[in-house]
């Protein structure tokens, strides 16, 4: 059972517009999460991560959005520059769960020029 | 600092076949954690290590295994290889794997094709 989704597999948005990556959870347990950003032949690397304890958390350009009613949450990126164009994984992690992530399908952006 | 270094990069290997991958943590980090990446599946956690010991393990069948040195060095093994286990294996490595808050490193990754 896929415990985090990202329902749309790619995104594609135009330079300086905003970027919206979405993210679903059905494990009540999770209380953390995470965002990775993921270019070809690199491994990913940590983006930005919020607490259940928030709402939203913003790092620059950067904004992620939590609504633990809906178990749901959401990236931003404003404004969206072509070096943004990589893919997008969300993750999770419960309080049980020590270090390990539970990661979703991840999302393929495309930001043109 | 170096990054996480992953060897090999590429493997081919046929099926029955057994495979060893290596994983070199950030120098002073002694976590390293394996996922698995296949296409549409996003990454699977496999297990992680800590200090030598194996402190989590995910959903995966007894084929497949690791080990970490002291020197916090880590393997990871899969014997009798099947075509599905052709996929991106990554390490990820932490200072103390104290629980999400503290970021993971990733490797680039060791691509394995079965064939």
């Known amino acids: 059972d896929q415990q985090v989704k990202q329902n749309s597999p790619s995104l594609s948005v135009q330079e300086g517009r905003i970027s919206i990556l979405n993210c679903d959870y059905t494990?009540?347990?999770?209380?953390?999460f995470l965002w990775y950003k993921k270019y070809p032949a690199e491994g990913p690397t940590f983006l930005i991560s919020?607490?259940?304890?928030?709402d939203k958390n913003e790092d620059g350009r950067f904004t992620v959005f939590l609504n633990k009613s809906a178990k749901h949450l959401s990236l931003h990126i404003v404004p969206s520059q072509p070096g943004d164009s990589a893919v997008y994984f969300c993750?999770?992690?419960?309080?049980?769960?020590?270090?390990?992530?539970?990661f979703g399908e991840g999302t393929q952006l495309t930001v043109n020029p | 600092k170096a990054g996480v270094t992953q060897t090999p990069r590429y493997l081919i290997k046929t099926r029955g076949q057994q495979v060893t991958l290596s994983c070199s943590p950030i120098?002073?980090?002694?976590?390293v954690s394996w996922y698995q990446q296949t296409p549409g599946q996003g990454l699977q956690f496999l297990f992680e290590?800590?200090?030598?010991?194996?402190?989590n393990k995910g959903n995966f069948p007894g084929r497949f295994s690791g080990r970490q040195f002291s020197n916090s060095r880590s393997e990871m093994n899969v014997s009798t290889l099947e075509l599905g286990d052709s996929a991106l294996y990554l390490c990820?490595?932490?200072?103390?794997?104290?629980?999400?808050?503290?970021?993971?490193?990733f490797g680039p990754g060791t691509r394995l094709l079965v064939l």
């Open positions: 990820a490595s932490s200072l103390l794997a104290s629980g999400p808050q503290e970021t993971q490193y």
């Open positions: 494990n009540s347990m999770f209380d953390y």
């Open positions: 919020i607490s259940s304890i928030k």
């Open positions: 993750a999770a992690s419960g309080e049980t769960s020590g270090s390990r992530l539970t």
């Open positions: 120098s002073g980090h002694r976590s």
């Open positions: 290590y800590f200090s030598e010991t194996q402190r």
